[in-house]
């Protein structure tokens, strides 16, 4: 009913002013689509940026040792020791670059998972072996305190294997001489939000699935807080150079999604870092 009319608005109207609105709903939601599509392309372009700079940065200090190393041979007369020390940094270089270079491929390409039955505690087993040079020589001891009876999963544990590797060796670098670094295994049926899994875990998993958890504790200084949301960046890292190439934890992320789990780390309230591995059995 118009009100000053008194009449009502015809049916074509109506109809008219309902496609009127419908295309410019239309052209709105195609705009959004076109910025979407071009923010996307952004973010590409920036990451592409960000990896081109951190391969960049790792791989020049090797490659400057070996252009070094050949130059020098190519125009020194320096004795049989000292070309043999010179040939051993060399070699150093090129596994440093190696190295780098496979981490990369991990992370870009990772390959195909070869996947059976496993248990998860016989990962750690190998993984607790690996990592026992490593605690031995910084003065750190590893706390075994897994629950045992936990479920089989269904893993890649070569891959799994180099992922909590890699976060055991993490924490053990992160702690003192004379600390702890604590492993604990649990499993839990998700009952509901809040209470089972930390909330930066739960997106992947539903209530009712049936979950495996890894914590690996340090006693380190924790991660500062400006610096926690990038850890998972490819070659962000808080080590000094040449210790870390940064994509170890990008890599770990990758390993254990690829698997349908969860990777989180949070800092302790008492100091250092938990590194949480969840699982779907």
């Not at 003192?176 to 909330?199: A, F, H, I, P, Y």
């Amino acid at each position: 009913m118009n009100p000053t009319t008194g009449e009502s608005p015809s049916p074509s109207r109506s109809n008219e002013e309902l496609l009127e609105a419908y295309r410019e709903l239309e052209q709105s939601y195609h705009d959004i689509q076109t910025m979407q599509a071009q923010l996307i392309e952004s973010e590409k372009l920036h990451s592409v940026g960000r990896l081109a700079a951190g391969v960049a940065h790792e791989l020049k200090n090797p490659l400057a040792v070996l252009r070094m190393g050949i130059e020098v041979l190519q125009h020194s007369n320096a004795s049989e020791e000292a070309k043999k020390s010179l040939l051993d940094d060399m070699l150093t270089a090129a596994d440093r670059a190696d190295f780098v270079v496979r981490e990369l491929l991990d992370y870009s390409a990772p390959r195909k998972l070869s996947l059976a039955q496993h248990n998860i505690q016989d990962v750690l087993d190998r993984t607790f072996t690996l990592a026992s040079a490593q605690a031995g020589a910084s003065g750190v001891r590893i706390v075994d305190a897994r629950t045992p009876g936990l479920p089989p999963l269904h893993l890649d544990a070569n891959r799994v294997q180099h992922a909590l590797l890699n976060l055991l060796v993490n924490a053990i670098q992160a702690t003192q001489s004379g600390g702890e670094v604590v492993v604990r295994t649990s499993s839990k049926t998700l009952t509901g939000l809040g209470g089972n899994v930390g909330d930066s875990l739960m997106d992947r998993f539903r209530v009712g699935d049936t979950l495996v958890m890894v914590e690996i504790e340090d006693r380190g200084q924790g991660i500062a807080s400006d610096k926690m949301s990038r850890i998972f960046e490819p070659f962000f890292t808080t080590k000094p150079t040449g210790k870390g190439t940064g994509l170890g934890l990008t890599v770990c992320k990758t390993i254990i999604e690829m698997h349908g789990g969860a990777l989180a780390l949070r800092n302790r309230v008492e100091g250092g870092v938990v590194a949480t591995v969840v699982f779907r059995v």
